[in-house]
């Protein structure tokens, strides 16, 4: 493989379980190798799944300002928005915080478990490339630190109860981290070649 910084080229392929490369010129992390990392993308995919369920279907935060309380779970916002006049903002929250990084789990649900099962598509190749493709395009890192830092300003002027979705949602957030971290492209594309060559074999 080739340091995806400098392109200094390496062979890759004496490493044992466990053990990490990285690239002696820049010092870029190049690929670890380890035995479990699809049964670990399995189980983020299905804990992160579940944790935004959570996230959507109960109350994220209630605002309770001169006698007035209003409770609002994740969809409720989005619909709030589009209702307010601000459809561009409903769709973005929509698709890069809920819809995208759920597709993104989804399918790395699918295909860690037909790897995991030793099954080879050939839809698993176009695929993978699109959630490599969608994973730089989802914002739930960036949506939960943005929420704290508003909560913060909010704070002042109303008295805000954070609901069960709120956790349910930050659960989430580090969830999806973990399972984009425990992601090894290279590890990844090998399994799929070696996938495909026992089919073609048997
Ligand atoms: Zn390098």
Redesign the pocket.
Known sequence: MA?P????LYDVAGLRDGEKAS?S????FLTRMRSDGFIKLQSYAIAGLVSLMIGCAFPFLSFKSSGLESVMTLPQMVIQLYEQGRPDLAFLVAAFIIALPAAVLVLLLVLSTCIIRQRYYAWMVPVTRLVFHMQSWSMVEVFFIGVLVSLVKIGHMATVVIGLSFWGYGAFSVLFIFAIASLDRLQYWNELDRLAGLQHAG
């Open positions: 340091c910084s400098c392109d200094l690239c010129r820049c010092g870029d």
